[in-house]
């Protein structure tokens, strides 16, 4: 099976910065792409970052210019660098990971626990 964990979530002043981590292990023979996702009380779970294998990143209009997504290949790690942090970014950001396994040929979807970013004064 794939782990999919999440970490670097916290209580951060508007304005301010926040590093997500998210590590992916397991029979993993191959990333077709992760990402990042988030949801806040009452509303849909949201793409904010998705990183493909090819490098290609892609952002919505919300976070575009404020977040970033980054990976380290060799680690099957990746990392989201959220500035100017605002109240409407306040949510439980999860990792996703879209995989090969030894285990099968097909691509499989996994999902992190999620790690809780609140941004208050």
């Known amino acids: 099976q794939v782990q999919v964990l999440e970490s670097g979530g916290g209580l951060v002043e508007p304005g301010g910065s926040l590093r997500l981590s998210c590590a992916a292990s397991?029979?993993?023979?191959?990333?077709?792409?992760m990402g990042w996702y988030r949801q806040a009380p009452g509303k849909r779970r949201d793409m904010v970052a998705v990183?493909?294998?090819?490098?290609?990143?892609h952002y919505p209009d919300s976070v575009k210019g404020r977040f970033v997504i980054s990976r380290d290949s060799a680690k099957n790690t990746i990392y989201l660098q959220m500035n100017s942090l605002g109240v409407e970014d306040t949510a439980v950001y999860y990792c996703?990971?879209?995989?090969?396994?030894?285990?099968?040929?097909?691509?499989?979807?996994?999902w992190g626990q999620g790690t809780q970013v609140i941004v208050s004064s």
């Open positions: 990183l493909l294998d090819s490098g290609s990143t």
């Open positions: 996703h990971a879209r995989v090969l396994t030894s285990q099968t040929i097909a691509m499989q979807d996994y």
């Open positions: 397991g029979d993993i023979v191959r990333i077709d792409s």
